[in-house]
Every structure is written in structure tokens, then in C-alpha cells.
């Protein structure tokens, strides 16, 4: 069974979105159109994404326009999209629409998974979900030298240091990476 992973972005005021679920402030900072490789998680068989992050990368990127991008970017990993709406799919994409809260879906996503890890990539709440079930087991964050007035929270929950284990800290570019074991409750 592989790992839960929920890496992403966020703004030095700890923001993953603005007030407009936009993530333009990523692409504004100099070297984010071309990531260090070493940023991103390994072994990911599953993409995990609520509703906003799905539709902000579908008009960012295009891919309803240039339905060929997604394999590009996704290739052929499922991608289940928390979310309560009807919402487009890029043409040949394998995107999965799921309703209720994660616990609910979670075998689904295991099964699916196999031995592969699952790459959870926003919002917020959804990471909350994960944590509130006790099925986070890395949390990597990629700080960046922006901040926002306000917008989507990384985690409107609490949680205390005593399950963060710091595992990995280092610069990669203009950006602060940071990588934390969750260690399960006790």
C-alpha cells in the first residue's frame, strides 16, 4: 500500500489560492513555469483534487482547448475531483467526480492506487479530511516568496506539532520546500 502525499504550493502567508481560487501569484514568481523536478512527489498511481483546484488548472493550462496537455501533465493516472457540481472533462482524460467526504471514497482510492502512492493536490478542506480520518502520511509544502490578502486557507483546522515531524527542509530556487512525516494519533 502506497503513501497519502498532499503536496502543493502555498504562499509565505499560508494560502494555497487567492479570493478568486486563482493560483496566478504561483506563475508570478520567477522559475515556477519551469520546476525543479525533485518537487514533485514520486510514485503517485492517483491525483486527489477538489472542485476549484480541478477548474483553476482546466482554464490555466487550457486542456479543454488542448485536451493532448492533460496526458502531458497527468498521463494515465486517474484523477478523482472532489466535488458537488457538473464540471467539464478534457477529452480522453481518466477524471473521476466523487461526492460526500473522503472516508466514504477512501477504499475506492486505495483500491485504485495499489501499491502506488496517492498525490492529493488541493484544497484545503480536503486535506483537512484527510487528516480528520487519520490517512495523511506526508505533508510537503512549497512556500513561495508571495503572499495573498486572502483566500483558501492551507488547513482551517488545528494540528498539533506533536504529529508534524520535519523530514525535510531546503531551498529549491526562490522557494522554501518543506516536508513533514504525519505521524498518526496515538
Avoid at 504562499?11 to 520567477?30: C, K, R, Y
Avoid at 482524460?93 to 467526504?101: I, N, S
Avoid at 477504499?107 to 492506487?113: N, S, V, Y
Avoid at 490578502?149 to 531551498?171: D, F, K, N
Amino acid at each position: 500500500m502506497g503513501k497519502i502525499v498532499f503536496d502543493a504550493a502555498v504562499t509565505l502567508n499560508g494560502f494555497l489560492a487567492d479570493e478568486n481560487h486563482s493560483l496566478q501569484w504561483l506563475f508570478e514568481v520567477e522559475g515556477a513555469d519551469d520546476p525543479d523536478p525533485g518537487l514533485l512527489p514520486t510514485d503517485v498511481a492517483v491525483h486527489v483534487e477538489g472542485a476549484n483546484t480541478y477548474l483553476w488548472v482546466l482554464e490555466h493550462e487550457k486542456f479543454m482547448d488542448e485536451p493532448a496537455k492533460w496526458q502531458a501533465y497527468y498521463g494515465e493516472r486517474p484523477t478523482y475531483v472532489f466535488t458537488h457540481r457538473d464540471l467539464p472533462i478534457p477529452e480522453g482524460a481518466d477524471v473521476r467526480f466523487l461526492q460526500g467526504q473522503v472516508a466514504q471514497h477512501l477504499p475506492e482510492l486505495r483500491a485504485t492506487a495499489g501499491d502506488g502512492n496517492i498525490w492529493v493536490l488541493g484544497g484545503g478542506e480536503l486535506l483537512g479530511q484527510f487528516l480528520d480520518i487519520d490517512e495523511l502520511d506526508e505533508l510537503a509544502l512549497t512556500i513561495a516568496p508571495a503572499t495573498v490578502a486572502s483566500g483558501a486557507s492551507l488547513l482551517p483546522r488545528a494540528i498539533g506539532s506533536h504529529r508534524l515531524r520535519l523530514v525535510e527542509a531546503r531551498q529549491a530556487g526562490p522557494f522554501a520546500r518543506l516536508r513533514y512525516e504525519v505521524r498518526k494519533r496515538g
